[in-house]
DNA sequence: CGCCACTGTCGAAGCGCTTCGACACGTCTT
DNA sequence: AAGACGTGTCGAAGCGCTTCGACAGTGGCG
């Protein structure tokens, strides 16, 4: 291990200057710069992450706390995860993985210990039960995800209500008027999830506006679930022409079931889903969907978490705009209903 | 924060005191141990993180490297990671989450300087450039995926020569002699990922003992190029009655395209898959399918990484063997062939 | 009864870095 | 020409922990 004080004596200069060459706290002449840079070079010198955590009491590390659960949105959940450890390695951040089984303990090790300067929160229950440690302690933290309580916390996530009240504004517009939501699995719910809620709320309370019936069902992913679930619907609301989807794995198994039945998408039933575009995109039926921006939630949570953690922070929440893209499972509502 | 220091103080007795009561590393007696821990308890004591892993120049960290490509098995990865990080958990390790993206550079910054103990990589190609990098550091790590040349190298994976052999001997059994792969998409075998190819090359020479013939045709996901696909195969051997799928992308197109066609499965056509089984469960049809331990591949790659550092190291390769489950996409070949 | 070995505790020396105050110059002002 | 200032560099003091050697005290043994 090549140490700061080898490099020093490489150079001919002192530890502090080294020190002051690396993090540009101090002028440095060119000069002495250039031939510390050599030095640096030369010997392959590394600086050694714990003492310059000790002596700094920064570790450079975002901790990042993932759903353990294998249920549920994942590929969402992964991309979120890359885009953060992509962006925190731009602002010369590194990353430490969380899983969320941990809980509340996690949050107390991490911050406690110094190991990682700030935290992205994924998965986040309307009323989290980390979220008082993070309101106590001095570390900046992010969420991603909307609890109840936002008071004295930074949040990013998408506009799900906006983005339920979207979809069936669609789906009126094409003169749909009975609806069917097939949402996450019940125990999405039962947890109180945030998104799945509010995405049902901004959904409903646009339908009453425009006058549309709206029918929710939880639905497991999976073709059997979703057999189930179908033969209901249709069964309390024949007339139901138009699908809202919020569960990736009952997509497919939705439109499988829909021309199994020979109900033609969209000439006799319009899909919208809120799911990744790459889900929408490669579906049997191209999808009319509400991304889910996965990449920019990542990207963001970082940006706001950095610049805390140089000072000029911002308790805020940022939900970002929905965007819906028209694609072949919406249309005009069957002239017969 | 409170200090070792301060806990000492508390206590009555001296720094390294508490901290052989906190390692165990000398022996403390039961009064002097129970007074230091309640006092740590009172205090709310954590230890510093880099003052930790200055002194005993060990950060109790485990870098994972995982594949940036959000193109293919991702719900593998993500059960690969998140089975590493509980398991590390499990055995006092915090996890450091890299993106491929960095590649070699990744590998000298981790271990230079000294942010994490040892390194697990997924996603290993053939002749991967981070493997002389490897070799020459005396930081443990352990690859997930089978590179070339082994040499200095511990590595855990499934045994995909012999998962190819099992898919076709199945295939076989059941009197089947026209065999079509669908295989991972083109990319991936550019790539060299050692994976593709090692299922590719022990079914081929499987089959060649067994008589059968084999078409394989690598395949991006989604349906426009499963149909492609799936129109070439059959325009070039019509007699196909067995698919094996190495491709989670293809399996679900693949199975709507079949019926679509009138080919019933298992009747007319019998599909094993290379899958996860949460996929084969959750398909369309419940699929004959030769199961990705993703759990166990990244439990198995932390334990030998842990083993290594505590100096009960072996380097070794950790090949688990395939099993195949039976469920409803294969049957007898149709008598007709 | 005295010696040895063991057990439990302490003090001190770092680990490699950051950062503060000090200081020696050279430059600009008046 | 003398003081005021700015610039670039250095020395030293920690940051909070681990770990080594030292050393009392205790009990077992011959």
Redesign the interface.
């Known amino acids: ?1 090549v140490t700061l004080a080898e490099v020093a004596q490489h150079a001919g200069v002192s530890a502090s200057t080294v020190s002051y060459v690396l993090s540009g706290k101090r002028s440095i002449s060119a000069g002495t710069r250039q031939r510390v840079e050599r030095s640096i070079q030369e010997l ?1 010198y ?9 002596a700094s ?1 920064r ?1 450079n ?1 975002i901790a ?1 706390m ?1 759903p ?1 659960r ?1 249920d549920m949105y ?2 969402v ?3 979120i ?2 885009a953060v ?2 962006s925190a ?1 731009a602002h010369g951040y ?6 969320g ?2 809980g509340p303990d996690a949050v ?2 991490v911050t ?4 990682a300067d700030a935290m992205i929160l994924m998965d986040v229950e309307l009323d989290d039960e980390r979220l008082p440690l993070l309101r106590q302690t001095d570390r900046p933290s992010v969420l991603i995800g909307l609890p109840t309580d936002t008071t004295g916390l930074t949040c990013v996530d998408l506009d799900f209500s906006a983005t339920g009240a979207l979809c069936v504004e669609h789906l009126a517009a094409l003169g749909h008027r009975d609806i069917a939501v097939i949402g996450e699995a019940p125990a999405v719910y039962e947890r109180h999830t945030g998104f799945a809620e509010r995405t049902l709320d901004g959904l409903r309370s646009r339908s009453r506006e425009l006058g549309l019936r709206v029918l929710h069902r939880p639905c497991e ?3 059997d679930a979703m057999a189930l679930t179908l033969a209901r619907i249709f069964d309390e609301r024949p007339g139901t022409t138009g699908f809202v989807v919020q569960n990736e ?1 009952a997509v ?2 939705l439109l ?1 079931l829909l021309r199994q039945q020979g109900r033609a998408v969209p000439e006799d039933v319009s899909v919208v889903a809120v799911c990744p575009d ?1 889900v929408a ?4 039926v191209r999808l009319t969907a509400v991304s889910i921006p996965a990449q920019e939630m990542g990207r963001r949570a970082v940006e706001h978490l950095v610049a805390k953690l140089e000072g000029h922070g911002d308790e805020e929440i940022v939900l970002l705009a929905p965007r819906l893209t028209v694609r072949a499972s919406s249309g005009p509502a069957p002239s017969g209903s």
């Open positions: 291990m392959g590394h600086p050694n992450a714990g003492a310059r955590a000790l009491s570790s590390i990042l993932v353990l294998r994942v590929p959940m992964m991309e995860a890359i450890a992509t390695r590194d990353v430490l993985l969380l899983t089984e941990e107390r090790r406690g210990s110094g190991l992913g999976g073709y794995n497919e198994p499988a790459q995109t490669q579906a049997s």
